[in-house]
Structure formats: C-alpha cells, structure tokens
C-alpha cells in the first residue's frame, strides 16, 4: 500500500516552523541577562516589547507576585448603586496600583461585589494593607502659578547639574546612566561613574531630557510613561526635595494624556499644585455626566461632568472660587490628579466642568469625584502571595525534573523499543515543542501546575506510541511483513488511542472550566500535551515509519 | 527488550482476591476518613492562612509553634518544608485583621522579636476567607460531578452501557483509596490535590479503556470462546502496554515527587499513589465488573451455557 503522504509532510513542517518561530522571543528572553533586557528596553523599546509581549507568559508562582481578591460590603446600599460602587471602588484601587508601577497589573471586577487583582513582582505585605485598607483620599488643590514652576525645574536642573560637575552626584546614583540607555556595569568598569571631569557626559538640564513643558499649558510638566519612575527618583534625592518649597507638591496625572500620545508614545502630565487643599472630597454629594445641549455655550453636544456639592462645600467652593478666577484647580485623588479644570467664574452648590473630549474621560473623571467618599468598606478575603524566591525555586525545580523525566522517559524507549524507540523520542520532543509552542503563540500563562502537566505529559505521551508498538510486535509475531505489520499495528490501535485519550481531554476541560489560576494552567498544558500527542503518534511517527519503510526490501524493523 | 512475550496470566481467577485487597484497602480509608471527621481540607476550601518561611538558621518545629500560637492565641500546625533545611510551613485559623493590618506582616513582626539574629523570610503567604473557600469547594464538586458525566456520555456512546458503568466503578474505587490513603498519612485536601484526583480519573480511566477497547474487539474476533477467556486474553494482550505506559508515567510523577520542589509535592505524591491504583483497578477492577456482569445477567445465560 502505496500512501501519499505530501500533505502531512507539509502539515508537519509547517507546524515545526511556526512553533519555533513562537518560541524565538522566549528563546531570546531567557538567553538575555538582566543588563542586556534593561538596555534593550530602553535602546530599542519595541524590539523589547515585542519579545516581551511574545514571550512564555510565567504566572504570579512561578515569578512571584500577588494575587488579591476584594469584597466591598454593599448590603447596606440600595441595589441600583451598587453597580456603581463597585466601579468606584475599581477605579480607587486602579489609582492605586498604578502608582506602584507594577508592570502589567491585572485588575478585574468578579461576580457582584468583588475585584481580583494581580501583581506581578509584587509581595509586599505592606502593599496589600495599603491597596485596601486606605481610605480614598480626594482634595481640591490650586496649581502654582507657571512662574514658581519654571523657577523651580531651572533650580532642580542647575543642582543636579553643579552637583554631577562636582561629583557630589553621581550619575549612577540617580540612574541617569541607566535612563540614557548606557550599560550601568560597564559604566562602572570604566570608571566613568565618578569622573567628573567627563563633562561632556553630563546634560545641563538633567532632568529637563525626559520632563518637558507644554508651551500652552503653563503651569504643567509632561514626560513620556516609561520615564516616570525616574523622575519619581529624582524627585525624592534629598537635593531636590529642599528645592520644593514646603506649600507645594507634585502630582502626577491619572491617566496618560490622550492628547499627547504621538506615534504610540504616551506621555502623562505633571502638576505643581499647594500642598493645602482648598475642599476635600467629603463636601461632595454627587457627580454624574451628561451631554451638554446644542444651544450650551461650552460644551455643546459635548460631554459634561456635573457635580453637586452639600450647602457647606457650597459655601466653600463659591470663596475659593471667586478669590481664583482664571487659575486651575486640580481634583486629586490618593494623589494622583483626575482632572484640573480652569475656574471660569465663582461656582455654588452646583458645578459642572467642560472642555472634555471623550465620553469614557468624563465618565471615569465623575466617578473618582464620586469616589472621595465611599460609601462602603472593603476588606480582603483572598491574599496568595508568592516571594520571588519560592518562584525562582519553583522553575528551577520544575526545569529539572522536567529534564530528568524526559531523560529517563527516552532512555526507557529507546531500551524497550530501540529504533522505534528513537522515533517514539522524536515525537516527544515535537509533543514538549508544540506545547510551549502553544502557551507562548496565544499568549497562555504557564505556571507551575502547567509545568507539571507538561511533565506528566511526558509520561502520558508515550503511551500512543506504546499502544502502536506493541500492536505492532503482536502483527510481527504473527508471521507479518514489517509494512504490513507497521499498517497493521496503526490501524488496531488508532481507536483505542482516540478513545483514551479523549477521555482524558474531558477531564482536562473540565478542570480548565472550574479551576482558578494555577490549576488552569495544569488543565491548558495537559490538553494541549493530549492532543499534540495524538497527532505525534498517529501522523509523525507514522510518517517517519513509512519514509523507512518505503524501500520494497526492508526484512525487519527494530522494535 | 520485552516485557511479556505472550503473557497468560489468570487475571480472572485471582479476582476474588482482588476484591478482598480492595475492600479492605477501602474501608481502612473510609475508617481514618471517619475518625478524622471527615478529609482534611486544606485552607483552600475551609479558609485559613497557609505561610511559607526560610529561617536563616533552622529552628526548633515546637517552639516556631509556641510562639506563633503564643502571639495569635490560635493553634497553629507547624511542619518542615520539603525543600531546604529551615525552612517551615504554618498552617493557622484566619486572623481577625486589625484595622487595616494583614496576617502575614503580624506574624512577621512575631517572629522577628521572637527569633533576633535569625531572620526569617516569608516564601509565600496563603490567605483565604471562609466565604471563598466555600464556595470553591462547591465549584470543586460540580467540576468532579460533570468530569464523571462528561466521561460517561462519550464512554456510552462509544462503547455500551455496561462498559461504561465498568469504567466509572473503578474510579470511585480509586479515588476512594486515594482519599483514605491522604487521610491516613495526614496530607490535606487541597485545589491542587483535588486537580490530581481529577486526572487520576482520566488517568486510571485512559488504562481502563484500552482495556475495554481491546475486549471489544477480542468479543467480535473470538465468537466462538468463552466469555471470561476472551476478557483475561484482553487482559493479557495488553499487559504490556499497561504496564510499560504506567512505567513511564510513573518515572515522571516520582521524579516530580522528588525535584518538583515544595509546592507540588503533594501534587506529584497524589498522582504516584494514583498511577498505581489506577493500573491496579484496570486489570483487577473493571474487567472483572464486566465478567461479574456477564454471569449474574440473566439474559446472558443461555449464551454463556454455550461452553
């Protein structure tokens, strides 16, 4: 029987090639060390990215990190506002983590009262105190004027400056080797740290290369996102913090500025604004959104954020604003600016802010407004947390006896089966190959339950090609050729190998349906190692058979 | 190399044996589960804190639990990791959190007064409401239910109804024996441990069907024989893929045992035991369920009168 085997060849090829084309970025990620990661990310950011997005995914156990589940108390609100406290309370806890700068946080809202979120690299047992045993903090502060601003960066860059010349910074200490892309280690090898003569290495306006100031807006610094953090660091040397007069205070926006994203760049913005706040957030009754109508003079067909504020906030909000007519006023929220809209004239009871552009910015803007008093209280009913060593331990662990089963597993295939053994071994690695070429390509999570499926898929995998060879040797007994005895032993053994393993995949999904986290990562690695293994064992082995088999006057086969 | 040439073993002959073993192995499981009051839930589904500490000198197991249990004013479970000298796993009731403050930094702070100059670093910490470990527990038994449902349609429809109660028999036998095996050794009954039960499901359930795969066969191919010699044939047809495929998987789960490390330990554990209860109830399990069914089914007797 003469089979034409053209299309599994190509089915074969194709999946071997698209599997390592998958896996390349993992391939480059764990080749890189730390140094050679942070230099890419900033030399060539979408380089870095696009590994970084490409890569095997670890979980929270495998990299260390938290996993939170919230639940707010929202029996005592009527049932239509709970929805709505649920979303504010998101947006707190929103607020919040991205201050921490986590790479990646995962924050979503589960059944009617609950918000899972997830930190990787986080295990700070301070951090999950503070993400939900805060109360939110919103306050209504004035901007300084842009002249204390302008004065202020020109005295920040000028001591940052005199005090690289002098060398009484240095350029690692405030890791501005590291922000301008150069290789800290190298750095430091070459002396280069402390050379302070090297002046034509220092920018005279340190920290004017990554903030800039919006000729439009005076009174507002903006930088790109990534360099947050630095600024953040450099904000915080002692220097520059005797330089902030004691009424003023930074504060970062809350969201990147949609109107200043350019070509996939995102910046944010930076206000100086009083350290004392003109209101705090318990004045306010209620905020919503509407659209403003055509005849409205600021807004019209426009969103609007109307916000209503008790008789005594009131009574406030109409001083302040009439002592400040024309400067802006920032609304802060656990320190992070949500919106800071000009003052056009004195404001009441009821106010209402204009100027927005989108109806998904006035919506979040009326719900951290909402959120300065939350209604109910939250507390903590779930908190894994994973110490980066436990998960540095785990992969190391994992990898091992990943390795020494697959070792064994191939030893033992190869002295029960021999040749055919080594062709039961190449279906192995092609099953281990397309199951991380699986989890990196749809961008599945692997954890260490998955890297245990992974194992026992190594054990399992095996079996279909058990099946087969010892239906093959029962065919041989029984006086076969060896062609007819190869088709023989296929043929017999296809339906149990389906049935097996079929059942086996119920269990997986099943698993996968019910399971949380890790263990989904067990079911995923497991279903995938099941149905790669089917078809190592029926096409590849069996292609592999008939490419040595095809010659008329093969007499035996080693199995 | 080969396992068995033409092996011809009486597996059926033994059977009665195998039902004593079996029983017994049961009931000693169900009378530790009863005295335990029941398994012993791991904080995932009774809710709890679960902490993983290194100490950077080991110390002594009774007095880490003193002192925890002195400052909670709980009864903490203290025992060894698997992985490292010194390094310890507390098991304790959930702490009512003060204003604001979570479980594990108190503990910390405990420790770092009650062990100065040795200090200790938290691996990873567990913590699960009541609430949530309930209602997972729920879950845990609705996946387990629909598992055994989903299994039994696609068994039915590709084999018949008798098969598939013969195939469903033996996973209750095993993860009964698994069970008690837990309690018995006093391991708890965690996601993970319930995530391997369900694979020994699939697991022991996957041995099962080549087994009953090759009876169907054999029934079609041997009209003629008598129907517990084509069953014990079956048997003996695929022993050595039984037997080599459970090798294999074994090896695998006893290295994940003893490298994996001390997070699936129990995990890697719970499948060893299952490997083997698995293959164990395929051969001295299901197929006698089919012979057992064959006899006692009256409508068979005038076939079986046939030998």
């Known amino acids: 029987m003469k089979r034409d085997n053209r299309f599994r060849i190509g089915l074969v090829v194709v999946l071997v090639i698209a599997s390592v084309w998958s896996l390349w970025p993992t391939f480059r990620m764990s080749t890189m060390s730390e140094t050679e990661r942070q230099r890419l990310a900033i030399q060539d950011p979408d380089a870095w990215k696009n590994i970084e997005d490409n890569a095997v995914k670890l979980g929270l156990d495998l990299r260390g990190g938290m996993h939170l589940v919230m639940e707010i108390d929202l029996e005592a609100l009527p049932p239509d506002a709970r929805r709505e406290a649920l979303d504010r309370f998101e947006q707190v806890i929103r607020n919040r983590v991205d201050q921490y700068g986590v790479s990646e946080p995962v924050i979503q809202q589960q059944g009617n009262n609950r918000l899972v979120v997830e930190l990787a690299g986080v295990e700070d047992p301070e951090r999950a105190r503070d993400l939900v045993g805060r109360t939110a903090l919103l306050t209504y502060n004035m901007l300084k004027s842009g002249d204390v601003l302008d004065d202020l960066v020109q005295r920040v860059n000028r001591t940052l400056y005199d005090g690289l010349r002098s060398g009484q910074i240095s350029r690692h200490g405030i890791g501005l080797d590291l922000v301008m892309g150069e290789d800290p280690q190298l750095t430091a090898l070459a002396g280069l740290d402390t050379a302070a003569a090297d002046s034509t290495r220092i920018p005279e306006q340190p920290l004017g290369l990554y903030l800039f100031a919006d000729p439009n807006a005076p009174g507002v610094l903006y930088a790109e996102e990534e360099k947050i953090a630095w600024i953040d660091s450099i904000l915080a040397q002692p220097q520059v913090q005797r330089l902030i007069p004691g009424d003023a205070e930074f504060h970062w926006a809350m969201w990147p500025d949609e109107r200043l994203t350019t070509g996939g760049r995102r910046f944010r913005e930076l206000f100086l604004t009083e350290a004392d706040p003109v209101i705090t957030g318990e004045y306010l009754e209620d905020a919503d959104v509407t659209i403003g109508g055509p005849q409205d003079p600021d807004a019209a067909g426009q969103p609007v954020v109307n916000f209503r504020m008790n008789a005594e906030g009131g009574r406030i909000i109409a001083r302040v604003t009439q002592a400040n007519i024309d400067r802006r006023m920032a609304i802060i929220l656990d320190g992070r600016v949500a919106v800071a809209p000009y003052i056009r004239g004195r404001l009441g009871r009821d106010s209402r802010i204009t100027g927005i552009n989108e109806m998904r910015e006035a919506t979040n803007i009326a719900i951290v407004l909402d959120s300065g008093a939350l209604p109910a209280t939250a507390h903590l009913v779930e908190n894994r947390t994973v110490g980066p060593s436990l998960g540095a331990d785990s992969i190391r662990a994992g990898t091992i006896s990943a390795l020494i089963g697959f070792g064994l597993v191939v030893f033992f295939m190869v002295a029960f089966y021999r040749g055919s053994g080594l062709i039961a071994d190449l279906a192995l690695f092609l099953n281990m190959l397309f199951v991380l070429a699986v989890l990196a390509g749809f961008g599945f999570t692997l954890t260490l339950p998955g890297i245990a499926g992974m194992i026992l898929t190594i054990g399992m995998a095996v079996d279909a090609n058990v099946l087969i060879y010892e239906r093959i040797r029962e065919e041989l007994r029984a006086g076969k050729t060896p062609r007819a005895a190869v088709d023989a032993g296929y043929a017999n053994a296809t339906s149990a190998i389906l049935d097996a393993n079929i059942t086996t995949l119920i269990t997986a999904i099943v698993l996968y349906q019910f399971g949380t986290g890790p263990i989904r990562g067990f079911a995923l690695t497991l279903s995938v190692g099941i149905i790669s293994s089917v078809f190592t064992a029926l096409i590849v082995t069996r292609l592999v058979f008939d490419g040595l088999l095809s010659r008329a006057d093969v007499q035996k086969v080693s199995i | ?307």
């Open chain 2, 1 to 307: 190399m080969q396992l068995f040439v033409n092996a011809n073993f009486d597996f059926l002959k033994s059977r009665r044996f195998a039902y004593l073993f079996s029983g017994a192995m049961i009931l000693v499981g169900l009378v530790s589960l009863a005295l335990h009051g029941g398994p012993n839930y791991s904080i995932d589904f009774e809710g709890g804190l679960m902490m993983r500490l290194a100490f950077e000198q080991p110390v002594a197991v009774g007095e880490l639990r003193s002192v925890v249990a002195q400052a909670t004013a709980k009864s903490p479970e203290v025992t060894r990791d698997v992985d490292e000298e010194g390094n310890y796993i507390i098991r304790i009731e959930r702490l009512e959190q003060a204003e604001g403050e979570t479980a594990a930094t108190q503990i910390q702070q405990v420790l770092s007064t009650a062990f100065p100059g040795n200090p200790a670093t938290i691996r990873s910490v567990e913590d699960v409401g009541p609430k949530v470990g309930g209602e997972l527990r729920t879950k845990m038994i609705w996946a387990i239910l629909w598992a055994l449902v989903g299994m039994l349609i696609y068994i039915s429809w590709r084999f018949e109804f008798r098969f598939a109660v013969a195939s469903v028999i033996p996973l209750f036998h095993d993860v009964l024996i698994t069970l008690g095996i837990f309690s018995l050794m006093n391991i708890e009954i965690s996601i993970q441990i319930v995530a391997a039960l369900l694979t020994i499901v699939g697991y022991s359930l996957n041995d099962t069907i080549v087994v009953l795969d090759r009876i169907r066969e054999d029934l079609k191919r041997y009209r003629q024989e008598n129907f517990d010699w084509i069953i014990n044939r079956a048997l003996n047809e695929t022993l050595s893929r039984t037997v080599m495929t459970s090798l294999t998987t074994f090896i695998v789960v006893v290295v994940l045992w003893l490298a994996g490390g001390s997070v699936i330990h129990d995990f890697a554990f719970a499948l060893m035991v299952g490997v083997i209860v698995g293959t164990y109830s395929s051969l001295f399990v299901a197929a006698p369920i089919i012979v057992e069914w064959q006899h006692w089914k009256p409508l068979n007797r005038a076939k079986k009168s046939r030998k």
